[in-house]
């Protein structure tokens, strides 16, 4: 069963807009989120964090805020620019998961598009 | 410059024959994951590695089969018991420890014909 939920598999913004991409998850030993942007044939690349004692963490252009009694998290880019349309992924992992060795899990992923 | 390296970039095969995916990292990382995406599908957890000499399997194990002899190296062989092997394989390591993230190679596209 997937745990980490991308329910919008598309979205699309104006260029100098705000982007807002979802993610909720279900397993609440989960303690650490992130998410990776990816291009088509290329490995994801890392993007920001957030740990479950925090509740926002900003750098640049993006931040992440996490709402752990409603199991969601959100990225907002500002300004969102054509450079940042790419696949988004929500991923999570904790250290009470067991049999995990701490990998993450991943949401299907959102695709964004940035227009001019 | 320190990465994560895999081959072939893409690779054809056979229906019924195996096959092997290299992954090498140099980031001294001692643990390594294998993943598969599909279309319209997010990243799922095939084998990983915390330690030299061990393994364990993730949520999409079947048909396939690990290695981990050396730190640097996590090749992923993919067998012909693996019945949609057609997939996108990522190869991801990490230093030990609980969070942090993790650092991808940039994927081995792997076509059945």
């Known amino acids: 069963d997937q745990q980490v939920k991308q329910n919008s598999p598309s979205l699309s913004v104006q260029e100098g807009r705000i982007s807002i991409l979802n993610c909720d998850y279900t397993?609440?030993?989960?303690?650490?989120f992130l998410w990776y942007k990816k291009y088509p044939a290329e490995g994801p690349t890392f993007l920001i964090s957030?740990?479950?004692?925090?509740d926002k963490n900003e750098d640049g252009r993006f931040t992440v805020f996490l709402n752990k009694s409603a199991k969601h998290l959100s990225l907002h880019i500002v300004p969102s620019q054509p450079g940042d349309s790419a696949v988004y992924f929500c991923?999570?992992?904790?250290?009470?998961?067991?049999?995990?060795?701490?990998?993450?899990?991943f949401g299907k992923g959102t695709s964004l598009l940035v227009t001019p | 410059d320190g990465g994560i390296t895999q081959s072939p970039k893409y690779l054809f095969r056979k229906e019924g024959q195996n096959v092997t995916l290299s992954c090498e990292q140099n980031?001294?990382?001692?643990?390594m994951y294998w993943y598969r995406q599909d279309p319209g599908q997010g990243l799922r957890l095939i084998y990983y590695?915390?330690?030299?000499?061990?393994?364990q399997k993730g949520d999409i194990a079947e048909g396939y089969s690990v290695s981990r002899e050396k730190k640097e190296s996590f090749p992923l062989t993919v067998t012909s018991a693996q019945k949609n092997p057609t997939a996108f394989y990522l190869c991801?390591?990490?230093?030990?420890?609980?969070?942090?993230?993790?650092?991808f190679g940039e994927g081995s596209r792997l076509t059945v014909l």
């Open positions: 991801a390591s990490r230093n030990q420890g609980a969070g942090g993230e993790l650092f």
């Open positions: 397993n609440s030993m989960f303690d650490y």
């Open positions: 957030i740990s479950s004692i925090k």
């Open positions: 991923a999570a992992s904790g250290v009470g998961v067991l049999n995990s060795g701490y990998a993450l899990n």
């Open positions: 980031l001294n990382h001692d643990a």
């Open positions: 590695s915390q330690i030299v000499n061990d393994f």
